[in-house]
C-alpha cells in the first residue's frame, strides 16, 4: 500500500493556459474522488469515479474541468482556460467501499496568475 | 443552510484542557459520519469514524445524536501536537460514498 499519489505537487499557471493532474489510488480501490480546498474552506466534492466510470460530477465542475479514470486505475483532471478562480488544492482519494472514510492524496496546489 | 456546518473557531486551548467541537448536519439520510484531522497546508486525514453508539480512540471520543443530526467530537488533555483542523464529514448518498466536507474547526493548544 503506497498511499495515493497525486502530480504534480505544485503548479503554476498563467490564466488561459490548460493544465492536467493526475491522480493514482491505492491499487486496490475502486472509488476515486476529486475535492478542491481553497483557504478557509473545507475540500469541497468535484467528481466521482467508480472503476473507469464517472458516475457524479458537482455543478462547481464547469465545462472548462473535464475528468477521466480510463482503465480504472489512474485518473487526470484537466481544467482549460484557467482562471484566478481556480487557484486551489486540488485533491484526490480512493475508498475501497461507500462506508469507508476515504485516503487522501498530498494534493496538487494550483496557482493562476 | 449548509450541508455541514461547523464552527470555524479558532479555539485556543492551555495544554491538558479538555475541548469539544460540534457539528450538524443536513441530510437525515445521511448514513456515516467522521472526523478527519487536517494540518496546515497538508493533506486531511481519517481521525476516527463515529458509531451511533458513540466512540473512543485514547484521548478522542465522538458522539452521534441522528434525531438532532448533531455529531460532537471530545478531546482530553490536550496536546500541543493537537494543534490542527478538524474537519466533520458525513457521507451523502449511500450508493456513491460521496463525503461531504464541514469547513472545519480550527485548534490551537498553547503550552
Known amino acids: 500500500d503506497t498511499g495515493v499519489s497525486q502530480n504534480p505537487r505544485h503548479k503554476i499557471t498563467k490564466r488561459g493556459q490548460n493544465v492536467t493532474f493526475r491522480c493514482d489510488p491505492i491499487?486496490?480501490?475502486?472509488?476515486l474522488y476529486w475535492y478542491r480546498q481553497t483557504l478557509g474552506q473545507g475540500p469541497e466534492f468535484l467528481t466521482y469515479?467508480?472503476?473507469?466510470?464517472?458516475?457524479?460530477k458537482s455543478r462547481l465542475l464547469s465545462d472548462r474541468f473535464s475528468a477521466e479514470r480510463p482503465k480504472g486505475s489512474f485518473s487526470t483532471l484537466e481544467i482549460q482556460r484557467t482562471e484566478q478562480g481556480d487557484s486551489a488544492m486540488y485533491l484526490c482519494?480512493?475508498?475501497?467501499?461507500?462506508?469507508?472514510?476515504?485516503?487522501f492524496g498530498s494534493g496538487t496546489r494550483l496557482t493562476v496568475v | 443552510r449548509k450541508e455541514v456546518e461547523q464552527d470555524p473557531g479558532p479555539f485556543n486551548v492551555p495544554e491538558g484542557a479538555t475541548v469539544a467541537f460540534n457539528c450538524t448536519y443536513s441530510?437525515?439520510?445521511?448514513?456515516?459520519f467522521f472526523w478527519y484531522r487536517q494540518d496546515c497546508r497538508k493533506e486531511p486525514k481519517l481521525l476516527m469514524s463515529?458509531?451511533?453508539s458513540g466512540n473512543e480512540d485514547g484521548r478522542f471520543t465522538a458522539q452521534l445524536n441522528r434525531a438532532s443530526q448533531y455529531i460532537s467530537l471530545l478531546i482530553r488533555d490536550s496536546k500541543l501536537s493537537d494543534s490542527a483542523t478538524y474537519l466533520c464529514?458525513?457521507?451523502?448518498?449511500?450508493?456513491?460514498?460521496?463525503?461531504?466536507f464541514g469547513q472545519g474547526t480550527t485548534l490551537q493548544v498553547k503550552p
Open positions: 441530510n437525515s439520510a445521511s448514513q456515516s
Open positions: 491499487s486496490e480501490h475502486n472509488r
Open positions: 469515479f467508480q472503476n473507469e466510470a464517472q458516475l457524479e
Open positions: 463515529v458509531y451511533s
Open positions: 482519494a480512493s475508498s475501497r467501499t461507500e462506508n469507508y472514510g476515504y485516503t
Open positions: 464529514v458525513v457521507n451523502w448518498s449511500s450508493n456513491t460514498g460521496k463525503l461531504i
